[in-house]
């Protein structure tokens, strides 16, 4: 299965993606970790992209599409994958469409986590990561031991697009370039909309809840 995770920053993306690509048994293909890599390991790709990334604007379509088109290529995503953080501009949405198409595959679901604009700064503001993904909220979603993630001990960090002025930025780059697909999306009928306020558990039941009713009525797992 191909589901495309869609939302505002911070909407809770990652954390879903990870739970459906797990339960899929598929990628999880996140374009913000692909640059955050590129970033950390100082490669050519991570000092275009951190130009970008740092103010809070999204990286030109031309680098991102190349490392989304090489990524998927791989042979691990040949039975589906999850993508998170793309397409966030109609253009790689329109890209994306061709580069299935190429292959005679196309997008299953299109998963809209929505919160409002409010719950966005809040959770930016308050965000805490670990490298092995797992994200936090210092004041609703702690870890167990202050700085320290549950799952695997690391030592929790701030990203440096964390912060309330770069959130504002995002916010807007969201609103006037990503959320048009979904528009596109919902046209197509492969869109579902999910309240992205609840719990993470609620959300993961919701969103679980949606592809087995999907994969029940197509016949797949
Ligand atoms: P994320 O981890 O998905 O919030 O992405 C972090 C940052 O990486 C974004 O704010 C953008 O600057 C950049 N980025 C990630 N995915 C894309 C994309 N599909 N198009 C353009 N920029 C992206």
């Given at each position: 299965?191909?589901?495309?995770?869609?939302?505002?920053?911070?909407?809770?993306?990652?954390?879903?993606?990870?739970?459906?690509?797990?339960?899929?048994?598929?990628?999880?293909?996140?374009?913000?970790?692909?640059?955050?890599?590129?970033?950390?390991?100082?490669?050519?790709?991570?000092?275009?992209?951190?130009k970008y990334i740092d103010k809070g604007m999204l990286v030109p379509?031309?680098?991102?599409?190349?490392?989304?088109?090489?990524?998927?290529?791989?042979?691990?995503?040949?039975?589906?994958?999850?993508?998170?953080?793309?397409?966030?501009?109609?253009?790689?949405?329109?890209?994306?469409?061709?580069?299935?198409?190429?292959?005679?595959?196309?997008?299953?679901?299109?998963?809209?986590?929505?919160?409002?604009?409010?719950?966005?700064?809040?959770?930016?503001?308050?965000?805490?990561?670990?490298?092995?993904?797992?994200?936090?909220?210092?004041?609703?979603?702690?870890?167990?031991?202050?700085?320290?993630?549950?799952?695997?001990?690391?030592?929790?960090?701030?990203?440096?697009?964390?912060?309330?002025?770069?959130?504002?930025?995002?916010?807007?780059?969201?609103?006037?370039?990503?959320?048009?697909?979904?528009?596109?999306?919902?046209?197509?009928?492969?869109?579902?909309?999910?309240?992205?306020?609840?719990?993470?558990?609620?959300?993961?039941?919701?969103?679980?809840?949606?592809?087995?009713?999907?994969?029940?009525?197509?016949?797949?797992?």
């Amino acid at each position: 299965m191909i589901i495309i995770m869609l939302g505002a920053p911070a909407s809770g993306k990652g954390t879903q993606s990870v739970v459906v690509a797990q339960k899929l048994g598929v990628p999880h293909i996140s374009t913000g970790d692909i640059f955050r890599w590129n970033i950390a390991n100082n490669t050519p790709i991570g000092t275009e992209a951190k130009k970008y990334i740092d103010k809070g604007m999204l990286v030109p379509d031309e680098l991102t599409i190349q490392i989304l088109k090489d990524r998927i290529e791989m042979e691990d995503c040949k039975d589906g994958f999850v993508l998170d953080g793309f397409p966030r501009t109609i253009n790689q949405q329109e890209s994306l469409d061709s580069m299935l198409a190429e292959c005679k595959k196309s997008i299953d679901m299109a998963i809209n986590l929505a919160v409002t604009d409010n719950e966005v700064i809040r959770r930016i503001s308050g965000r805490r990561m670990c490298k092995c993904g797992k994200a936090y909220h210092i004041v609703t979603y702690p870890p167990k031991t202050a700085g320290i993630c549950d799952l695997c001990n690391g030592e929790l960090y701030t990203r440096k697009d964390d912060t309330v002025e770069v959130a504002n930025t995002r916010l807007e780059a969201y609103k006037l370039q990503s959320e048009p697909i979904i528009a596109v999306y919902r046209e197509k009928g492969i869109l579902v909309d999910i309240d992205g306020h609840k719990p993470q558990d609620e959300v993961s039941e919701d969103v679980l809840n949606e592809i087995e009713k999907y994969s029940s009525k197509q016949g797949v797992v």
